[in-house]
């Protein structure tokens, strides 16, 4: 049996996901290819005034805001592996912590780690100005990356 490639689907819970989910699977997955589903959660953030003022908010609130965004961010995972499983593709499920590092940065750390032969993302369709003041995750990974990206821009029809 011919071994497959190990491919990286970095996903959130935007259209732009499922967009190159649908594309990754009509034009680039092989049969024996396994498809990591990277999520990158955003734990967060105690906010500062409470460092500035020395008044913080309450742990309890905090923790509810974690157990809120870990719950959403295995949601966006168990989407793409129930699609996965429809399809009948082989898959990894990985959900990392941000912890102060940009999406892109992981996304390229552990697309290296894991020796994937693309990486394969959305692009959400961001204005010039956005990108410019906000930066982009796809304009980081493919300047960064070491493996080739797929990037699957808005309103892409699947061919």
């Known amino acids: ?15 732009a996901s499922e967009l190159a989910f649908d594309w990754y699977v009509q034009n680039y997955h092989r049969k024996n290819d396994t498809l990591i589903i990277l999520h990158i959660h955003e734990v967060p953030q105690l906010p500062l005034m409470g ?14 805001q974690i157990d809120k965004s870990v719950k959403a961010a295995q949601a966006v995972v168990e989407k793409f592996k129930k699609l996965c499983k429809e399809k009948e593709i082989e898959f990894n499920e990985i959900i990392l912590d941000d912890n102060f590092k940009s999406p892109g940065n992981m996304i390229c750390e552990l697309a290296n780690k894991k020796l994937a032969a693309v990486i394969v993302l959305g692009q959400r369709g961001l204005g010039a100005m956005s990108r410019i003041v906000l930066g982009s995750t796809s304009d980081y990974v493919i300047h960064h990356s070491k493996v080739p990206v797929i990037v699957v821009p808005p309103n892409t029809a699947s061919k």
Do not use: Q
């Open 1 to 15: 049996m011919e071994t497959g490639r190990m491919n990286c689907l970095a996903v959130d819970d935007g259209d």
């Open 51 to 64: 460092i500035l003022s020395g008044i913080y908010p309450a742990n309890k609130e905090h923790h509810i």
